[in-house]
């Protein structure tokens, strides 16, 4: 059974400003380290041995800052799913179960992109 990791990724980007905002939230700013934390969660599910690629989903206003991080990264198998506006959590673990509803076996990871996971 492979692990779809679910990146949730659609923060407004307001409560740390103005480091954090509209144009630029939280999880593309590098906070923690060289990379941003939206890297960061990408690049803890990038072993295919064990992880399926990822499922994003991010606000349609950052689709340039989700494809720059991928492009960064080389990863060219995740799927990238645009909300027009935010929904929370549960409509976007809906969005990502829908999205996978005829593969079989398959586990979802639904998982923040802003936050920091030392191990």
């Known amino acids: 059974m492979k ?3 679910v990146i949730l990724s659609g ?7 103005p480091v954090s905002r509209q144009s630029l939230p939280k999880q593309f700013v590098p906070l923690v380290g060289e990379e941003s ?5 990408l ?3 990038a072993d295919r041995s064990l992880f399926a690629a990822p499922l994003i989903v991010g606000n349609a206003a950052h689709k340039f ?3 720059e991080s991928l492009e960064r990264l080389g990863i060219t198998d995740a799927t990238i799913l645009l909300e027009p506006m935010g929904r929370n959590t549960a409509a976007a673990a809906m969005v990502a179960a829908y999205a996978d509803e005829k593969t079989e ?6 998982m923040p992109s802003d936050h920091v996971i030392t191990d």
């Open 37 to 41: 934390l939206f890297m960061a969660r």
């Open 11 to 17: 923060g407004a980007g307001t409560r740390l400003w």
């Open 3 to 5: 692990i779809r990791p």
């Open 43 to 45: 690049r803890a599910v």
């Open 105 to 110: 076996d398959i586990l979802h990871l639904v």
């Open 65 to 67: 800052l989700i494809l």
